[in-house]
């Protein structure tokens, strides 16, 4: 339990960033955090105590075995969330160009 | 197995890929090459639609059959409510894409837009194709990523400073969906919709899935842009391009938002009343707050965003009475009533707001302002744009004989007929705040005295632009036709069904 708890604390450690935080790299890696939390939490619920890595052996019927789906989606998630980051990163290195800073408080051209 | 449906999405796809390797060797192939693509995908859209008969057909990717009857590859699912969605996204990005052949082509690098569009295409299809949770995150993050480009499209401030802002809540919308997706897996064991429905009909974790079912609705709740989630949605939508706009407003909030919320409330999630009040409260509240920010802007295209709010209020609010009844267990025949028209309401939306935003990007096109004070008198030069926006206007406000007018009635005969006077009165208020919201838009755009900087010789669009406009009104009228028996039973119906009966969906999937 203790896991799923520091796993739920790396998700909020992200979200403060994401709110607190003025520079956009800084928001850019607080949404990294999130995302890898929830990672975490998907390869967590796949895992089983004292399971093996799940190749079917014929000898031994009763042999526990970790749950693969969870890794796959992780992977398939990581994928996604690389994706994501790179845009966001480029976004911010246009946004830079453009307003010469990092700071959101002077990136406000949008009201109302 | 039916093999029609990976060509929704494996057509686009490859579109996406064909034009970034040839769109180098062959001049303006691009332009006329997507065009090509999507009124392919609208007649296959089409073609499935008047021949499903309401029907539900599967396609098992990979060929994996379910073993021990519980299902093990990904499914993708054409039912009744897909396939009206199919039909608006395609006939939608069809049009948007004629259109763009012009307004685009004042950009750059050309090819990335029309690439990007297939992909944004790629993704919505899939969302709503899927049967599967995890397969409706991976085609969400495809459509998401491709229209975070597309909205950053002009790369200046404005452009820019939206698209973060898009971004960072996109991104916190997609990990509240992938935590609610580890959740229900982790008590189910299963990612396949239909199968999740019979495995939560067994269990009784009532606050399990009350958290999980928040999680989810707050995740695309901010992909819908429901009203406490809708900070992004204005500034995105009134700086991306306008055909990327007709698109986000037309049919991405649905594909990806409204869409996703109804089909696994309905038909995964066992319904409380508890959350569909919860529902009910969140679009009555978008319906209400959307239309009162919408009446103080002067920049078209944030006033047309703001209405997309108020009017997907409409189409929550709604069909949240159809919950509110069905998970009472009474009036079934109300409930359907209301579904229906949530429905219809969401199909005429994509109509007459893709027209908007196309007249919008029109007038930008001409004049170059988006402020409504700086033009005036444009119905004398450009009869086409003023012709189509009136109707849109008329449409959106609910004036007969356009769409807007039946499925709003419908709409607010439901709420009476449900006992929820207050917001049937709520609706109508509503219908005339945006009347009046758009009789100022009209004046001021288009009857007015010419302000200075529209006194120079204004044309009327080329024609792409004006062919696409005009379609879409016509589609604002025809669509009225929905409402009346006959055409009803052959698109709304089937729809309606598989939603509002709760094991039908399961039942036709996986066939217990």
Redesign the interface.
């Known amino acids: 339990m203790t896991v799923y708890l520091l796993c739920f604390i790396l998700f909020l450690v992200g979200l403060y960033g994401v709110i607190t935080r003025r520079n956009l790299i800084k928001i850019a890696i607080s949404l990294s955090i999130m995302e890898f939390s929830s990672f975490l939490f998907f390869a967590l619920i796949g895992f089983v105590d004292g399971g093996v890595a799940p190749i079917v052996d014929p000898a031994d019927p009763l042999k526990t075995y970790v749950d693969p789906l969870p890794q796959a989606l992780v992977l398939t998630a990581i994928v996604i969330g690389l994706a994501t980051t790179a845009m966001l990163m480029a976004v911010i290195i246009r946004i830079y160009r453009k307003y010469k800073t990092f700071d959101i408080r002077e990136i406000s051209n949008l009201r109302g | 197995m039916n093999p029609l449906i990976p060509l929704f999405v494996v057509v686009p796809l490859a579109g996406a890929f064909l034009i970034m390797i040839l769109g180098r060797f062959i001049r303006d192939f691009h332009k006329y090459f997507t065009s090509l693509v999507l009124l392919f995908l609208v007649i296959l859209s089409f073609y499935s639609l008047f021949n499903s008969d309401g029907n539900v057909s599967v396609y098992k990717v990979g060929g994996w059959e379910p073993v021990n009857r519980i299902p093990i590859g990904i499914y993708m699912v054409m039912d009744g409510f897909t396939l009206i969605l199919l039909c608006i996204v395609n006939l939608i990005g069809f049009l948007s894409v004629f259109y763009s052949i012009s307004y685009i082509s004042r950009y750059t690098s050309e090819n990335f837009f029309y690439a990007l569009f297939c992909l944004m295409i790629a993704g919505m299809n899939g969302v709503v194709l899927s049967g599967d949770i ?1 397969n409706i ?2 085609f969400l ?1 495809i459509s ?2 491709s229209s ?2 597309l909205v ?1 499209f002009g ?4 452009e ?6 898009y ?2 809540l996109g ?2 919308a ?2 509240m969906i ?2 609610g ?2 959740f229900i ?2 008590k189910t ?1 299963t ?1 396949n919709i239909a199968d999740i429905k019979t495995a939560l009909g067994t269990g009784n974790d009532k606050y399990y899935y009350l958290f999980v079912q928040i999680l989810i609705l707050s995740g695309f709740g901010l992909k819908a842009a429901i009203i406490p989630f809708h900070a992004w949605l ?2 995105a939508h ?2 991306a391009p306008s055909p990327i706009s007709a698109m986000l407003s037309g049919v991405l909030i649905k594909a990806v938002g409204i869409y996703v919320i109804f089909r696994l409330f309905f038909n995964m999630f066992i319904l409380t009343e508890a959350m569909a009040v919860l529902i009910t409260t969140l679009g009555t509240l978008s319906m209400v707050v959307g239309v009162f920010l919408a009446i ?2 002067w920049d078209i295209k ?1 006033l047309l965003a703001y209405h997309s709010i108020s009017q997907m209020g409409y189409v929550v609010m709604s069909v949240g009475i159809g919950m509110i009844l069905i998970s009472r267990g009474v009036n079934d025949k109300i409930a359907t009533l209301a579904v229906a028209g949530g429905l219809f309401h969401l199909i005429n939306h994509a109509a007459f707001k893709g027209l908007l935003f196309l007249n919008a990007g029109a007038i930008e096109y001409s004049t170059g302002t988006r402020d409504l004070k700086e033009m005036g008198g444009l119905s004398r030069s450009m009869p086409f744009t003023s012709a189509t926006s009136f109707i849109a206007s008329l449409s959106i406000s609910g004036v007969p004989p356009f769409n807007g007018f039946f499925s709003k009635l419908i709409i607010i005969i439901a709420a009476i007929m449900a006992k929820f006077y207050l917001l049937a009165a709520l609706a109508v208020i509503v219908s005339i705040i945006t009347l009046a919201s758009f009789l100022k838009f009209q004046r001021y755009a288009f009857y007015n005295k010419p302000q200075e900087k529209v006194k120079g010789d204004i044309k009327e669009v080329p024609f792409p632009m004006v062919f696409s406009m005009v379609i879409l009104s016509v589609m604002c009228l025809l669509l009225s036709l929905l409402a009346f028996p006959g055409i009803r039973e052959a698109v709304l119906s089937p729809a309606i069904e598989i939603l509002t009966d709760p094991g039908r969906y399961s039942f036709q999937i996986i066939g217990f």
Not at chain 2, 155 to 158: D, G, I, L, M, P
């Open positions: 995890f995150f991976v993050e998401a990523i975070y480009a950053a790369v200046e401030k404005n820019l400073e939206a698209t973060f802002k971004q960072v991104g916190l997609s990990f992938l935590f997706i580890g897996y982790w064991k990612l204005p500034d009134s700086s103080g802007q944030r």
